[in-house]
């Protein structure tokens, strides 16, 4: 029974860890963080496979969370998804290291390690690196940024080569 037990919180806290190398970002303001980011790039998984004109919305919850609101069109139909979550931080609310569950009890990594001192772009993993993501203030970023998020992600270990860039209508 206890080696039940053990497996089964460990499978329920092994996605909260960070990849190598990433260092969430220190000195985190969750309060300039809320609001609307577009999604730039990402890697491709299951959970967004297909869609475009993907936004994030943060806002602050009622018991000290933060709630998550996905939102994308599916390429194909054109039809709106959307996925409703919570987040909670790791550790601290200075560190840009936080869990965050769609489904029920499970939770995953959402880890910004870059952001600029304007709050305007971040780059964020999550718990390994198949997870990695480009998010933005405005539909469109510069050449510039979209090259130090290039640079900076594969130092890291991440595959650029198979980013997905979102489109955004004008």
């Known amino acids: 029974m206890r080696i039940l037990l053990m497996s089964m919180f460990m499978l329920l806290t092994a996605c909260t860890g960070l990849p190598d190398a990433v260092t969430p970002v220190k000195n985190f303001d ?3 963080y809320l609001g609307t980011w577009y999604e730039i790039a990402r890697l491709d998984h299951s959970f967004e496979q297909g869609l475009e004109q993907v936004t994030a919305e943060y806002q602050q919850g009622d018991n000290g969370e933060i709630r998550v609101i996905n939102r994308g069109v599916d390429q194909q139909t054109q039809e709106q998804k959307k996925a409703v979550g919570k987040a909670y931080f790791v550790n601290d609310e200075q560190e840009a290291h ?7 009890p499970f939770y995953s990594t959402y880890a910004v ?3 600029d001192e304007d709050y305007r772009h971040a780059f964020v993993s999550g718990y390994n690196h198949d997870y ?8 469109q970023v510069s050449p510039a940024l979209k090259a130090q998020f290039i640079e900076q992600a594969q130092q890291l ?3 650029t080569d198979q980013l997905i860039w979102v ?3 004008d």
């Open 30 to 32: 969750s309060e300039r």
């Open 113 to 115: 390690f870059e952001l």
């Open 157 to 159: 270990g991440f595959v």
């Open 167 to 169: 489109n955004h209508p």
């Open 132 to 139: 990695l993501w480009l998010l933005a203030r405005e539909p």
């Open 98 to 104: 936080l869990k965050v569950s769609f489904f029920g």
